[in-house]
């Protein structure tokens, strides 16, 4: 008989907290790893909220509403598909026990996902992109994304930004640099400066995450920021947004009130 698979044990979220507040994270070598290391980076990449860059050709994949887009709907199956395997890395720094404590973390309501659906075959949904992060005060750590279609990243974390903005957070951690970080409008700063802006961003936001991404679906046209608001989890239309927020809404797509926030300035 096989010996059953022994579950990781999750690091303890006090302590994976208290890390974030310190600016630091964990990382691992690879799937299996049960060990983790922590990291301090001297260099940090963050996305301004009032400085994501919008191209015309993403403003463009926003409005035409490609993807149906959730917050929290499948945050299991995000993470997992952010460690997987891919042609660029082998192995994935997601280790089994870190993606465990992210499953801890979101039950506690301080992990979050974006979720990019497109029709399937079956008449169903297929999870074609989307990103996880963790937050915390008014901060929201990006983690990981993942694409399965062109663009379902990006569209990801343009609601990301648009949801951060309208909810009151403060600062979008992206951890490291990279050229397609840059591309959206990315900035590198020390460790530091980093230091500095998570102490200024302490104190809860406005409102949560999810309640600010479902809020998009649920305002009507030319609704103000945080009108129309909807509370709930998912952007499915379904519980927590009223019949008057959705039929408003009707006048003007999700994709379009969120490439129109991300071209207001804060």
Sequence with gaps: MHAPVRQPEPIPSELLLLAYRSGIFPMADHRDDAEVYWVEPQERAIIPLDGFRLSKSLAKVLRRDRFRVSCDEAFAAVIAACAAPRE???ESWISRRIEASYLTL????????????????????????GLYG???????????MFSRADDASKVALAWLVAGLRRAGFELLDCQFMTRHLASLGAVPIT????????????????RTLPQAVISFAASG????????EA????????AGADAAGVSAGAASSPGKRIAQSLTQTS
């Design 134 to 144: 963790v937050a915390f005060d008014r901060v929201f750590c990006g983690e990981s």
């Design 106 to 129: 979101h039950a506690l309501g301080h992990a979050h996902s974006i979720e990019c659906w497109l029709p399937g075959e079956d008449g169903g949904e297929v999870l074609a992109g």
């Design 221 to 228: 046209e030319g609704a103000g920021e945080g009108e129309g």
């Design 231 to 238: 509370v709930g989890a998912g952007l499915g239309l379904g």
């Design 88 to 90: 660029e890395h082998a």
């Design 191 to 206: 460790q530091k400066a980093y230091l500095r802006r998570l102490e200024a961003a302490r104190g809860a936001p406005a």
